[in-house]
Each structure stands twice: as C-alpha cells, then as structure tokens.
C-alpha cells in the first residue's frame, strides 16, 4: 500500500505551448467537493525572472495495483487573457501560493489521489513549537522514485514562531536543505493519536514551501548558506478555495 501523504503530492512541470520550462511541486486540497492543485504562484508567474508558462502538467496515478501507471494531465493557466489560478494578498503584500480548481469529473475514471482538507489545518497555533520535526514533500531538482513516480520527504524542523508573521510577511522559517523543484511543495507534521482518528492521511498541512532564505551580507566565500527557507502559512487555502 502507498502512504496517502505520497498521493496527496505531485510534479508540477510548466510549459509555454510545447516548450518545457521548470519543474515543480504540487498538492492536492479539497473543500465542500470541489478539488484544488495548490503550489506557489512564482511556478505559475513570476514577473522578476519573466517566467510566464501558459500551462501546466501533473502527473497522476492510475492503477492501484500498478503504482507505476500514470498520466501527464495538462491544466491551463489562461481562458483568454484571464489567469484561471486564484491567489491572495494580505497584509504583507502578495501571497506565494495559488489554487487551480480540478474538474474532479474530467479526471481518468481510476485516478489515485489523496488530498488535504481544511480538517488538515492546524486549529490551535500553539501546539506547533519551535524546533518541532516537520516533513516537506516534493521533488528537489526533479528527483524522485521515477519508477513509481513518487515524491521525496525531507526532514525539516520549525525554525520561527509558528503563529507569528516572520518579519511582517505571512510565512515561518523552515530549517532544511532544500533544492530548486520543491517550490509548492506541503509542510506537514504527523497528527496526534488523539487527533488522527482513524484518518486515512494523518497529516497537519502547516504550510507551502516557498524559497530559500539568506542574508544579503553573506561572504559567499567565507560563509555556508543559512538553509533556512520560508513556508507561507497553509490556511491562506481556506481563502484561496471559497
């Protein structure tokens, strides 16, 4: 059996009509029936680099049996001039992360998936501490069980107050080693005994990997990368999905 928090995340690849142009990471979120891909907005626009892809495509499993099985299922960004992807603003400014509504009734008739629900979020602030172990699932650089087509979990630990707004803006700090590819991808802790139930995927969805953090005055000679790396907090989703 496949562990459902593999399922819940896949590759992200863009394109500009047939031209490939990066690689991602995305996860599944779904509220009232209705089914999102959420990832970060610079995968599907970013302005400081001109990366303007016009669609996407992810994979998505077909055989339960056959882990192997899969499907590029292509997902346009634009209906005319219009992006189709929802994204957010608050305070801070803009928010890295985006939705795009699935037609669930357009996917293969087998697709295997899992996906996180508002249930997943975290409901008291304060039970996620400083230094506490996370996961973050995705593909860095690509790399995956190419196989099976399965992402990669790295560890991670909470490295800011969860709950407060790193530096104004509305993410916490990661502590990983993270590669270019996992942008998008989920920042999960393992639920409660109490919490978890009998939940198929016993996950809290804390946040959205974003980037790698640094220092403007590091001496890249002299000093290592801080590894730190910003996670935009995953209850913009609950915005994002009305």
Do not use: K
Not at 141 to 159: C, E, K, N, T, Y
Not at 198 to 219: F, Q
């Amino acid at each position: 059996m496949i562990e459902s928090l593999l399922l819940a995340v896949t590759r992200v690849s863009t394109f500009l009509g047939n031209q490939p142009l990066t690689g991602a990471t995305g996860f599944f979120f779904e509220r009232d029936g209705r089914l999102f891909l959420a990832t970060s907005r610079h995968v599907v626009l970013d302005e400081a680099s001109h990366h303007r892809p016009d669609r996407l495509a992810i994979e998505l499993h077909l055989d339960a049996i056959n882990i192997g099985v899969v499907t590029q299922w292509s997902m346009p960004l634009y209906r005319g001039s219009q992006p189709l992807w929802r994204e957010g603003v608050d305070s801070g400014g803009s928010v890295d992360v985006v939705a795009l509504e699935i037609q669930r009734s357009a996917l293969p008739e087998s697709t295997l998936l899992a996906a996180f629900t508002p249930a997943h979020l975290v409901a008291q602030l304060d039970d996620i501490e400083v230094g506490a172990p996370v996961l973050i699932v995705g593909f860095p650089l690509g790399f995956h069980d190419s196989l099976h087509h399965l992402p990669v979990a790295r560890q991670a630990v909470i490295a800011s107050a969860f709950g407060i707004r790193f530096q104004g803006q509305g993410y916490f700090l990661t502590d990983a080693t993270m590669h270019r590819g996992t942008s998008g991808a989920p920042v999960v802790a393992r639920m409660t005994a109490e919490r978890s139930g009998r939940a198929e995927l016993a996950w809290l969805l804390l946040g959205v990997h974003s980037a790698r953090m640094d220092v403007s005055n590091r001496d890249i000679v002299e000093d290592e990368r801080l590894d730190l790396n910003c996670a935009w907090y995953a209850d913009v989703l609950l915005t994002l999905t009305t």
